[in-house]
Nanobody
């Protein structure tokens, strides 16, 4: 059974930093494209950052976080990371990780971790 468990969220002042983690189990982690999404109250879930499968993943970001966030993966630890710097109130959201198999496109979601940025 596949599980994705996010952690690292919290309350931080604008300009601060957080590091999110998404620990995966029940799957071959390196075979999965991994993505961070977020959903703010009253808004649709949106793409934040992604990293492709394998040992040398290609990284993509939404424009609003491109110079502030960094996605990475530790295949040996079965863990996805999101380093978030210079946080802004607009970054406040529930952050989810998603795993999607590179070939079968089977997809899994975590339960989310809350990030709240105060002004």
């Amino acid at each position: 059974q596949v599980h994705l468990v996010e952690s690292g969220g919290g309350l931080v002042q604008a300009g601060g930093s957080l590091r999110l983690s998404c620990e995966a189990s029940g799957l071959t982690f390196s075979d999965y494209n991994m993505t961070w999404f977020r959903q703010a109250p009253g808004k649709e879930r949106e793409f934040v950052a992604g990293i492709t499968w394998g040992s040398h993943g290609v990284r993509t970001y939404t424009d609003s976080v491109k110079d502030r966030f960094a996605i990475s993966r530790g295949n040996a630890e079965n863990t996805l990371y999101l380093q978030m710097n210079t946080l802004e109130p607009d970054d406040t959201a529930l952050y989810y990780c998603n795993a999607r198999h590179y070939r079968t496109r089977g997809s899994y979601w975590g339960q989310g971790t809350q990030v709240t940025v105060s002004s």
